[in-house]
């Protein structure tokens, strides 16, 4: 087969960045967990050996500010299976960790940008 052939070529729906995805593998879901009210001096290591208890953590991410560089004080907690982190999230919710209860639910998705409405940044900034 030439190689323009290929490039046109029908994808098969179950195909991700050029590698085959099972059809058990395509129906798993991450699920992503928001968690808050997180002491500045958490971890990810910490977040992360959490909730390895409940199963597989697939990233850990804890959200800094963007001028001042430290913790804002929640994290985003992605596990592979959907079980396993609706059972994370009723065990762990209201645990104290570094003396701080943490509170925890499934991220929602972020909500697209109203263009219509000036929701932006920019007004906080001071414009020379």
Do not use: W
């Amino acid at each position: 087969m030439d190689s323009a052939k290929r490039r046109y070529q029908r994808r098969s729906p179950l195909r991700f960045c050029g590698q085959k995805v099972t059809e058990s593998s395509a129906e798993k879901t991450v699920i992503n967990i928001f968690v808050r009210n997180l002491d500045p001096t958490t971890t990810e290591a910490q977040l992360k050996d959490l909730f390895q208890a409940y199963g597989s953590v697939q990233t850990v991410t804890i959200v800094t500010d963007r001028d001042t560089a430290g913790p804002r004080g929640f994290a985003f907690v992605e596990m592979t299976d959907a079980a396993e982190a609706k059972a994370a999230i009723e065990s762990l919710n209201g645990f104290r960790l570094n003396d701080r209860p943490m509170r925890l639910n499934e991220a929602r998705e972020k909500t697209p940008h109203d263009a219509a409405r000036d929701s932006s940044r920019e007004h906080r900034r001071h414009k020379i």
